[in-house]
């Protein structure tokens, strides 16, 4: 049986950097993906972005979050060890308070990896700093390599 993968960028375009996990997203859509890949624009969905990570084997999010690197620099964890990070979402209600809540009422993957990138500017703006905009080539080769040890 394949295991379904759920890829979801979250984010917010209107807001520079915060619009990171979007364009990825974005990219990853012009490309062949196996089968078993259901890629998804999370925006700023909140709780409703478990909607998309229900009844899938395994997760991966792409999104920017404060994690003390430089700006473009990305990071690779699981989900659930973010608690112990020192990691904080640019989202009001941040994924890691939305796993823990949703799931008393989803069937939510046992493995989540968010694959982060550090934000430079978060500020009214269509466009990614030059740092962040590099790192998508980055982040999709790490989004490849999940997918395929998955």
């Known amino acids: 049986?394949?295991?379904?993968?759920?890829?979801?960028?979250?984010?917010?375009?209107?807001?520079?950097?915060?619009?990171?996990?979007?364009?990825?997203?974005?990219?990853l859509r012009k490309?062949?993906?196996?089968?078993k890949v259901?890629?998804?624009?999370?925006?700023?969905?909140?709780?409703?972005?478990?909607n998309f990570l229900d009844n899938a084997d395994f997760a991966i999010v792409v999104d920017a979050v404060r994690a003390g690197k430089e700006p473009g620099e990305l990071s690779v964890f699981d989900?659930?060890?973010?608690?112990?990070?020192?990691m904080l979402s640019m989202h009001d209600l941040d994924l890691v308070k939305a796993v823990e809540i949703g799931g008393f009422a989803y069937s939510l993957p046992d493995k989540i990896i968010v694959v982060g990138v550090e934000p430079e500017k978060i500020e009214e703006s269509f466009?990614?700093?030059?740092?962040?905009k590099k790192a998508?080539?980055?982040?999709?080769?790490?989004?490849?390599?999940?997918?395929?040890?998955a």
Not at 127 to 132: F, I, P
């Open 127 to 132: 466009e990614l700093s030059e740092k962040v």
């Open 1 to 27: 049986m394949k295991k379904k993968i759920a890829v979801i960028g979250i984010g917010n375009v209107l807001l520079g950097d915060e619009g990171f996990g979007i364009r990825v997203v974005e990219e």
């Open 79 to 86: 989900i659930r060890d973010a608690k112990k990070k020192p």
């Open 136 to 149: 998508i080539p980055k982040a999709i080769e790490l989004v490849f390599a999940i997918i395929s040890s």
């Open 31 to 35: 490309l062949k993906l196996p089968e």
């Open 38 to 50: 259901e890629v998804y624009d999370g925006g700023t969905l909140g709780l409703q972005i478990l």
